[in-house]
C-alpha cells in the first residue's frame, strides 16, 4: 500500500470532522459519492443485522435535504460537536475501493459552554479510490450506546 | 525508519483496540509475544518504581487465564470500552524491536448505554518486529488516576 | 509531500503533549522557535477576530516566564492533564513553513483521582521545518467552550 493513499484517508478523516465540528454543514454532502449510504446506528441494532438506523440515507440527495431540514427547522439548541478518532485501520484495498474503520468520540459543546462527552463508537467505511480528493461510498456510524436517539440532530 | 514499520505498528494498536472494544477477548492474548508482560499501573505507583500493578501478568499464558476467568466468574455488570489513541512517539528501534508511547483514553458504556470517561493514561510499549503481525513484548498500560482498581476487569 | 516530513510533524505533536501531561513544564517553551506566539482563546472571540487570549504570549521569553510564575505561585490544586490528539490536517505547505490543524481533548486529573473532560477544541499551527527537530512558530489553541477561562493555568 503506498503512502500517498494512506495519506489520502487521513486528509479526508481529519476533512470530514472539521467540516461538522465547524459548522459547514452545507460542505457535507459532498464528502460522499452520489449513489452513498450513510446510517448511523446503535451497536445493538448493527449487531441484530437492522439495516436502517437512528439516520438513514441512501443518496447524496438524502444528505443534502437533511442538512436543509435541520438548518430551517432550528427547533434545537444550538450546539456543535468536536470529533476525536483514532487510528484508522485499513482492512481491505483494491484498485477502487478500500474499507476502513475507526474508533471515534465525539464532544458536544452547548451554545451556553456546557460540554460533555457526547457519543462514542465506530466508522466502518467504505472509500471510493478512483478521483481526488477521496470520497464514502458508505460510512456506517455505529454508536456504542443506544440512549443517544433523540438529541441527535447534527450528522456525526 | 521506513514507512512499512510505522503502518505496522499503526495496525497493530487500532487492532488491539478493535479486539478489546468489540469484545473478543479470546483474541487479546494473540497480540502479545509468548514471553511477555503486561502490566496495568497507576501513575504514582509507577513514578515509584513499583513492579507489579493492578493486573500484572508475566506471560500470554496468564493473559489466557486471565480472560477465561473473566468469561467464567462473570460477577460484573455487563460493559464495553471504546478506546481512543493519539499520535504515537517511536522512542528507539532497533533491527528487532521498537519502544514507543502513546496517550489513551477509554469510555466505559454500561449495558443500559450509560456511558463516561472511565481510564486516561499512557502506553508504554516494547514491540517485536521479528514477525508480522507485529506484537507486543511489553505493555505497560500506566492510568492517569488511582481510582480505577476496583472497577479494571476488562484489560485496557 | 514526503514521509519523513509527516512523520516529523507527528512527532512533535506526540512529544508535545508529552511533555505538558508528563509535567516537565520547563521544557515546554523549547517547542517553539524565539519568535513565537502562543495564543489560547475561545471559539467565540477567535471568531470574532480578537487577537488576544487567556493565554498570551509573544515570544519564547514569555512562555518560560509563564511556567515560572506558576511553579512558583503553585496556589492552584495539583493537575494533570491527558490529550489526546486527532488526525492532523495539513493545509499549507512550503519549504520552510507547515501549516496544520488538529482536533484535541484534555482530560484533567485532579490530585485525588477525579478526572474529567476539561477542554475540546483545535490546534491552528504554523510549524518551522527548517531546522529538527521542528518547532511551532505559532500554536493557536482555539478551544470549544468559554467556560474555561479560571481554571486554566497549565498550557494545552
Known amino acids: 500500500?503506498?503512502?500517498?493513499?494512506?495519506?489520502g484517508i487521513d486528509d479526508l478523516f481529519a476533512a470530514y470532522a472539521e467540516c461538522i465540528d465547524e459548522d459547514r454543514l452545507e460542505?457535507?454532502?459532498?464528502?460522499?459519492?452520489?449513489?452513498?449510504?450513510?446510517?448511523?446506528?446503535?451497536r445493538s441494532?448493527?449487531?441484530a443485522g437492522l439495516q436502517h438506523g437512528v439516520i438513514y440515507a441512501a443518496s447524496r440527495g438524502m444528505l443534502i435535504d437533511r442538512?436543509?431540514?435541520l438548518r430551517q427547522a432550528n427547533i434545537f439548541e444550538p450546539h456543535r460537536y468536536r470529533h476525536i478518532v483514532?487510528?484508522?485501520r485499513i482492512?481491505?484495498?483494491?484498485?477502487?475501493?478500500?474499507?476502513v474503520r475507526s474508533n471515534f468520540i465525539a464532544v458536544r459543546i452547548m451554545h451556553d459552554g456546557e460540554m460533555g462527552l457526547f457519543a462514542a463508537g465506530r466508522?466502518?467505511?467504505?472509500i471510493a479510490l478512483t478521483s481526488q480528493p477521496y470520497r464514502?461510498?458508505?460510512?456506517?456510524?455505529?454508536?456504542d450506546s443506544q440512549k443517544i436517539d433523540t438529541l441527535l440532530v447534527i450528522p456525526l
Request: glycine share 4%; hydrophobic share 45%; proline share 4%.
Open 1 to 7: 500500500m503506498d503512502l500517498g493513499l494512506r495519506l
Open 27 to 42: 460542505d457535507w454532502p459532498d464528502f460522499f459519492v452520489e449513489q452513498c449510504r450513510y446510517v448511523v446506528t446503535s
Open 45 to 47: 441494532s448493527h449487531e
Open 67 to 69: 442538512i436543509t431540514a
Open 86 to 88: 483514532g487510528p484508522i
Open 91 to 99: 482492512e481491505q484495498i483494491d484498485a477502487t475501493v478500500a474499507q
Open 123 to 126: 466508522y466502518l467505511d467504505r
Open 136 to 143: 464514502f461510498i458508505e460510512r456506517l456510524v455505529v454508536l
